[in-house]
């Protein structure tokens, strides 16, 4: 069989391109000395793809690209997977499609026994600063959706990637060649090149900036503490009703907003972890996961340069007048838990991708920031990640060229991504406008009357079901 490949392999710098001649035609999926020829690109090359960034979008290309055969290294600059932060994530239905279709059976079993069941998700409320009900969406049972950790998202979309990930491997830059290849360049002084550079490297992005020539996001002028707070037999009677249900934001007079959702798989996951019996569950222990958010100008000095317990301390200054209830709740979080961030948007009316389709691109947080407060940016990081694997799968068909490839996906992700911003910075708007003087005095006469007019709607809807 290697007697009908002209020089057969061609080792150039750390990849090796096969070269085909006439006389051989071999058919799809023939294997070729352990390769297949779905692997080849027009050209003839082995169709390589190399991400930047081992967040949500990177582990979920890199997944989706190996379960298909196409060649992918993943380099993400944290040393280990779980050495990283975040709270809980909330994956919409679109998002848990595409990581159904993208992962083993086994693999997803896997992910559906670590999140919550979906009893912890039937509505999302909104709350005034006391913890009374303002209004709540319910959530559409029949669709699925997950709630589950960051960091054991990011552990188990890692699973089984094995030398394709590496880690503590900071990106620095990159550099096109004619042959339309590229090569990325790392702090270490390593280089690696590919057929494709993806740069799922989040917000402040590297590889979007090169392409765009400018940051592709900004701060969104609103400001966040977060924190999880251990739930015990202390700490669990002070959690409000209201959040049984699910999720609140709760706004309050000065603008200052607070989330706050209880993430307790131990209590239900949405798959029985015993059934997993090839890649095992991570069960989290139950926790309070709050976020206060207030305008950049409610914060005094450097937040970022604060501890753990002056930042505990400020959160409790910011929450001053609110439910008694929740700032103990707030005094009693895990301090190793508690950070200060400052939010990220990318400009929702902007052209997301101002660069032409080639062999450089980007997904997630990298081209579209947002803040969380809409749950949707792992999503919509999982959801870019399927669409770009499934316009390289016609690549590697060999039906299209990777810059029309890339061209068609950053089309197409344009067509929601925007919008998915929007939506998200629409809640930091509330606050900019409830911190005015005029939204101040607004909000302590509107959201109590609020309540209560919500309140009485309840009573008359029960007394109506009755
Ligand atoms: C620490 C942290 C905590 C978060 N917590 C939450 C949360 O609790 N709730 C929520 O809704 N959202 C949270 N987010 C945001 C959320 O994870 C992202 O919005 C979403 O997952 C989008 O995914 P992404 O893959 O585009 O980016 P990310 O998940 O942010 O991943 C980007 C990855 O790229 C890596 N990277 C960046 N620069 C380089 C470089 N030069 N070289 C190599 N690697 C690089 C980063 O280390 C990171 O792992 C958090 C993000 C971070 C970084």
Known sequence: ??????????????????????????????????????????????????????GMGGLALAQALSRRG????????????????????????????????HLAPQHYQALLASSAGRRAFTRFAVADHRMRLLFAEPQDLTVETLMIGRVTLRRLLAHGLGDSLRLGSEFTGHETHPDGTVTAHFA????????????????????????????????????GIAGRTPLTAGTRP???????????????????????????????????????????????????????????????????????????????????????????????????????????????????????????????????????????????????ADLLAEELALVQDGQCTIPSAVHRYQQRMAAYAGEAVRTSIQPLRWIERLATPTGTRAARIALPAFAAAAQLGRVFTRSRDV
């Not at 060649?71 to 239905?93: F, I, K, P, Q, S």
């Not at 002084?189 to 917000?203: H, I, K, M």
């Not at 895990?334 to 961030?341: K, L």
Request: charged share 20%; net charge negative; glycine share 14%.
């Open 70 to 101: 196409i060649e992918v290294v993943v380099h993400e600059r944290d040393r280990a997977v779980e050495a990283t932060g975040g709270y809980r994530l909330h994956l919409d239905h679109l998002a848990c499609a595409a990581l159904r279709r």
């Open 238 to 384: 002070l959690v409000p009703a209201l959040l049984t249900p699910g999720p609140a934001l709760a706004f309050g007079p000065g603008g200052v907003g607070l989330f706050l959702t209880v993430h307790d798989p131990e209590s239900g996951t949405a798959a029985d972890p015993a059934s997993c019996t090839e890649v095992a569950a991570i069960i989290e222990p139950p926790s309070l996961v709050w976020g206060v958010l207030a305008p950049d100008a409610a914060y005094p000095g450097r937040p970022r340069e604060l501890d753990a317990a002056a930042l505990i301390e400020l959160t409790g200054a910011l929450l001053r007048g609110w439910c008694p209830d929740v700032r103990a709740l707030v005094d009693a979080a895990d301090p190793g838990s508690v950070a200060f961030f400052g939010f990220h948007a990318a400009d929702p009316d902007a052209d997301l991708t101002p660069w032409p389709g080639g062999a450089v691109t980007a997904l997630g947080d990298a081209v579209h920031a947002m803040p969380p407060t809409g749950g949707m940016a792992a999503a919509t990081a999982i959801r870019d």
């Open 1 to 54: 069989m290697s007697s009908a490949l002209t020089g057969a392999m061609e080792d150039n710098g750390n990849r090796k391109f096969v070269h085909m001649v006439e006389v051989f035609e071999p058919e799809a999926g023939m294997p070729i000395d352990g390769l297949t020829i779905k692997n080849l690109i027009p050209g003839g090359g082995i169709m390589k793809v190399v991400v930047i960034g081992a």
């Open 188 to 223: 270490d002084g390593g280089t690696e090149r590919g057929d494709l550079l993806v740069g799922a490297d989040g917000v402040g992005s590297r590889v979007a900036q090169a392409l765009a020539g400018r940051p592709t996001s900004s701060l969104a002028g609103v400001s």
